[in-house]
């Protein structure tokens, strides 16, 4: 991930004070602010003519940017991240929001795909931005257990304990009757050979190996390795998940038919952004919230985004995400709260967490109720 560069110290408190103001009006009318729209909000205490001074100091620091000569300026990649890192302040949900988000996760059944689907429902209603929710992929996926059974004579399952604790079964047509002991047979070298490797790894010379001690029954190791490879790559591939693609329409920073257009591509294909998400929330990634401003993003065609999404763990191990997607011009402090009260529910209704982030609770200290 590539991030600009800032020197907080470069700033001085009153050119903090302004560009936080310029991002926040900017936030709010989607238009370049200029001096005097700063000045009349009354907050800042300072001429017009300083105010643009500042603001010309700031273009120059590479903060602002000015898309039209005399028109007034509105904030860079580099603004946003020093805003995000640096300007913003801890948004405090309603206690109507509050309650809203409890009521509609406590009332899901405790399984991972309907609480992120009742997650990501209520970040996009309640942010007016496209949600995501992601279960990622699992990283060196494997097998823990074979059991080969026959139904009858030219039917089996073949039972498969996976390495993250669930089971998956599947049925095999052989055109060729297979005995009780071939079955039992090619159990035995599944357990040998393939348990504790990944796809990648079962290589050409372990399927001979197999083929040439199974004899006569070889013919059952190709459709067998083949449903091994199969399960292996389906259940570690992960999950994305959308809702409110449309609200994109919204904001005239999609107005361009090509950019809306890749944008929805993205969207449609998923692929990318799940390799995205699950790169960062693998382990050692960080159990934070995330934030991609602009180029910051891997993906070229999100260069006018942002993405925003937490990971939420479960006994130390990730197993999903939500996020958040839209223009640059985000409501950052409302949908990261958002985003953490999200994920904090979620990990609660989990058994995952063992308590509240700290700006989840009440100003007593106490878990809000």
Known sequence: MRRMRHDPSELSERKKMILKAIIEAHIELGEPVGSKYIMQRGDIKYSSATIRNEMAELEEMGYLEQPHTSAGRIPSELGYRFYVDSLIESYDLTAGEIGELQSSLAHKQAELDHILNTAMQLAASMTNYTALAVKPRVKGFTV???????????NLVLVMVISTGGVKTKNIYSEREVPQEAAEMLTG??????????????????IMEMERQMGMYDFLVSPIIKTVYEVINSAGGGELMLEGVNKLLSYPEFYDMDRLQNMLTLLED??????????????????????FIGSENVVKTMDNSTLIFKPIVQKGKTVGAIGIIGPTRMDYPRVIAMIDRLTAGIAEIMGGAAALPPSLKGKDGSEEE
């Open 144 to 154: 823990r257990k074979y059991n080969l059974m026959t139904v009858d004579d030219y």
């Open 189 to 206: 070298l599944l357990n040998k050979y393939l348990v504790g490797v990944t796809s990648a790894d079962i290589t050409l010379n372990i």
């Open 270 to 291: 998923k692929e990318d952004l799940l390799d995205v998400i699950s790169d960062e929330t693998a382990e050692g990634g960080g159990d934070g919230v995330k934030v």
